[in-house]
């Protein structure tokens, strides 16, 4: 009895072995097969980073500028580089008309998978319209508010499509803040861009502050792209914190001249370049603050301007002070010969050879050579735009302005007094009208026209600065130098602008 339960005890240790020994296998197997799946998730992009796209678009040929913008191509092609180095599947377009830039985005959203990331990237002009910012293509015909909403880009639409993909990460990166060629069409409109609503999940960034423009730096690449580029390359920093740190950087090297605008909604950590830490989105979610960039003098700029009620000023007939001033010449090589060749007067011309009672063609043209320094062009084709259609007050309005420019004030007043009698509290004709009293002398008119234009819009730069020389003319200096600095911050170029018209 006692030699069976022993063979029964040895029995039972070797199947215990056995067993011990299956499980060291299966365990081994185990261990192998974690090693493999997390191996692969730290080298698959899909897993560990997701997918990152981006779109880059560099616009600079626009026909209605006077010369292309130096500065886009050059930083979409550097943007495009380093964004490739961080792992992002990018398609650049340069110079892209408005087929071509809706092909591209269609194309950019086709690829987006949910939760992937999802950036554009866009160098060029922008134009603001009933508070929404609008990418312009460089075939864009921008004569009225309503061109800009047909032809530009909504940024806000994109942002939306885009999160209707299901991107988790969502960046929107616009260097557009510049003086486009298109703002003396429509000046009652705003400069610079206006704030996006966008869906959660987004981070937006513009290369200067709201409704403000900067100058062209004269070199190959933006102030903007070089303090971002320089940014993006630090591993391991969150995006925002990159945002944040180049809007510093741009700050600081502009000696606060341009400040740019952020608005973050991110609900999750992302870095450009991802090193030890990197993106988490296998984890929870981290809830972040917004990082806005602290309001800047300009952005306030509506309360500290808010206007008094101006005195009615309906027609007011005023007497030189002294001689009136003789027209200008017409500024040398702005013949009609040596503008022919702009491929916007070329078009406008061909219309006019088949229909010489084209209204719109005249009226367009003279906007044109207007916005080229070709004054007394411009006012020979609004001259015969009246005559087709006498009540076409923009027309007026634009004749007013340049007969102001070249000197010729009686005239100009005449212009702007029909305008306003046409379309009271026209506030383009205002600011023109402002700026026939500031050169023939009359400083109280002038700044009651410019009173009343800003009372309309706080934010036109025209006639904040023509206000500011007014106040100043008129013995109030410190309200004029305010003036000045204001309309300066919002528009750099402004005092260059005056200066052509022949005002400092």
Not at 60 to 81: C, F, M, Q, S, T
Not at 239 to 254: D, I, K, M, P, Y
Request: with cysteine; net charge neutral; glycine share 8%.
């Amino acid at each position: 009895m006692q030699f069976a339960w022993s063979k029964v005890a040895a029995a039972q240790a070797r199947i215990g072995a056995v067993f011990r020994w299956i499980a060291e296998i299966m365990n081994i197997r185990l261990a192998l097969l974690l090693t493999l799946f997390f191996s692969m998730a730290s080298t698959v992009p899909g897993v560990a980073a997701g997918d990152r796209y981006a779109l880059v678009i560099g616009n600079a040929k626009y026909p209605d500028a006077e010369a292309p913008l130096k500065e886009p191509i050059n930083d979409a092609r550097d943007v495009a580089d380093e964004l490739k180095r961080d792992g992002f599947s990018v398609e650049v377009g340069e110079n892209l008309t408005g087929e071509a830039m809706r092909r591209a985005f269609e194309r950019f959203y086709g690829k987006i998978k949910p939760g992937s990331v999802a950036l554009i990237f866009f160098s060029g002009f922008g134009v603001q319209s009933s508070r929404q910012s609008y990418m312009i293509p460089v075939d864009a015909q921008i004569w009225t508010e309503a061109d800009v909403r047909r032809d530009g880009l909504s940024l806000e639409t994109v942002l939306g499509e885009i999160n209707s993909r299901g991107a988790g990460v969502k960046i929107a990166l616009v260097d557009a803040s510049r003086r486009n060629p298109f703002e003396r069409r429509f000046r009652s409109f705003s400069a610079g861009l206006a704030p996006v609503i966008a869906p959660n999940g987004t981070l937006v960034m513009y290369s200067a502050a709201l409704s403000s423009v900067v100058g062209d730096n004269g070199g190959d690449h933006s102030l903007f792209v070089r303090e971002l580029l320089k940014e993006i390359r630090v591993p391991d920093l969150m995006a925002e914190e990159t945002l944040n740190r180049t809007r510093v950087g741009v700050t600081r090297a502009s000696r606060s001249e341009q400040v740019p605008w952020i608005s973050s909604s991110l609900a999750e950590d992302f870095s450009f370049s991802p090193g030890g830490a990197g993106p988490r989105p296998g984890g929870p979610p981290v809830q972040q603050q917004a990082v806005i960039a602290p309001p800047q003098p300009q952005d306030a700029l509506p309360a500290r301007i808010e206007p008094p009620q101006p005195p009615k000023q309906i027609e007011v007939n005023i007497p030189p002070p002294g001689p009136p001033e003789p027209p200008q010449q017409q500024p040398p090589g702005r013949t009609e010969v040596a503008l022919a060749d702009d491929p916007t007067i070329k078009s406008l011309t061909a219309k006019l050879v088949d229909n010489p009672d084209d209204a719109a063609a005249l009226y367009r043209r003279g906007q044109v050579y207007a916005s080229k320094g070709a004054y007394d062009l411009a006012i020979k084709d609004f001259n015969n735009s009246l005559r087709l259609n006498p009540k076409d007050v923009e027309a007026y309005n634009n004749r007013c302005w340049a007969r102001t420019v070249i000197g010729d004030l009686q005239a100009a007043l005449k212009d702007c007094n029909e305008a306003l009698r046409l379309r009271p509290n026209f506030v383009d004709a205002l600011d023109s009208r402002g700026l026939v009293n500031l050169k023939s002398g009359q400083t109280k008119n002038a700044i009651a026209d410019f009173d009343a234009a800003l009372k309309i819009n706080p934010r036109l730069t025209s006639s904040l600065y023509g206000r500011g020389l007014a106040k100043k003319r008129n013995g109030s200096i410190s309200e004029g130098d305010l003036d000045i600095a204001n309309a300066k911050a919002m528009d750099p170029n402004i005092a260059k602008e005056f200066a052509d018209y022949g005002v400092q």
